[in-house]
């Protein structure tokens, strides 16, 4: 389960990407953008640094959760293969 808050900060981060492409691709109301531009930067960076923390800096995860929306969920799915779940251990990463 340690990837749980990796998983909540990057479904925050693709769902406030999505709402603010949805607001500006429709009628770009500023107080929506000015409201979810920092929460989905925010949830950005804690994606981040909750990957670095656990994959460590220079892994696959790491270089997978700079994409911007959906790269905290492929580094999510990534730290989680390289989990060993009975142990909780992490396996060597490539």
Partial sequence: M?????????????????V??????????????SALGPLHGCAYLVAIALT??????????????????????LAATSVRRHLDPPTGRSTSWP
């Fill in 52 to 73: 670095v923390e656990r994959a460590g800096r220079r892994s696959r995860a790491t270089a997978l959760c700079l994409v911007p929306g959906v790269g905290g969920l």
């Fill in 2 to 18: 340690r990837t749980v808050p990796l998983r909540i900060a990057a479904t925050v981060e693709l769902a406030s990407l999505v």
């Fill in 20 to 33: 603010l492409l949805a607001n500006l691709a429709t009628v770009h109301l500023p107080v929506l953008a």
